[in-house]
């Protein structure tokens, strides 16, 4: 959901309060299991929690300077989180807490439709333009065409459940095409291939894609 959708449905002082609660929740909830132990020091400037929640509704709201943003929370938003780290400590606290987000993330995401899958690709592109033929230490590297045109580098491909999940992914030189890689990454003998979705780069891979533009038959999504 995009910033402007968001902020139609909610309020910023909303999110901070439904993300807090959320968060929060989670966090006793491993204290509460053994699986992790927060700080619990009486003088400590802003919770885990309250960190957590700042930086969480900041991607949220696809906020493009970290340490402007918290700023900017720290002087609109004192009446919610009175009492802040200086910003060098709260990033610091931030890295710390890269698993705590990590299990978070995936406490959110839905076994619903797991049946369904999509696969698809993006380069990763480690030079453009003038670099491109020169010569470099990454021999793996290959030029290829993607999304972003002609590139130097490599694609992730990658097997996404509809929860968002990843069920199977691969990093390859970017002149490996698509199909190449989707019959490694997907197997007919225990994968359900008309449950996958792809592009019409995926074309007969077995995985339901829709017809290419110039097809002289155009069809919808097909096996």
Not at 17 to 45: E, M, N, W, Y
Not at 55 to 77: C, I, R, S, Y
Not at 102 to 108: E, N
């Amino acid at each position: 959901m995009r910033t402007s959708q968001l902020l139609q449905k909610f309020t910023v002082q909303d999110l901070f309060l439904h993300v807090f609660v959320a968060i929060d929740d989670h966090l006793q909830g491993l204290t509460a299991s053994g699986r992790c132990h927060l700080p619990d020091a009486p003088d400590r400037k802003g919770s885990i929690s309250e960190l957590m929640t700042i930086a969480t509704v900041g991607d949220m709201l696809e906020q493009p300077n970290d340490e402007v943003w918290f700023e900017l929370v720290k002087q609109d938003h004192a009446d919610l989180f009175p009492s802040l780290p200086d910003r060098t400590r709260y990033h610091r606290i931030l890295l710390a807490c890269e698993r705590l987000f990590a299990d978070f993330g995936l406490s959110l995401a839905t076994t619903e439709h797991e049946e369904y899958a999509v696969i698809d690709s993006i380069p990763i592109p480690i030079c453009r333009g003038a670099r491109y033929n020169r010569p470099r230490e990454q021999v793996e590297a290959s030029g290829g065409r993607g999304s972003l045109g002609w590139v130097m580098g490599y694609k992730l491909h990658a097997v996404v459940s509809a929860g968002g999940m990843f069920k199977r992914f691969a990093v390859v030189g970017a002149n490996v095409a698509d199909p190449t890689v989707a019959k490694v990454l997907l197997d007919p003998r225990v994968d359900d291939l008309s449950a996958v979705l792809g592009d019409c780069a995926y074309l007969g891979c077995g995985v339901t894609a829709p017809s290419r533009s110039n097809a002289k038959k155009p069809m919808p999504w097909t096996a």
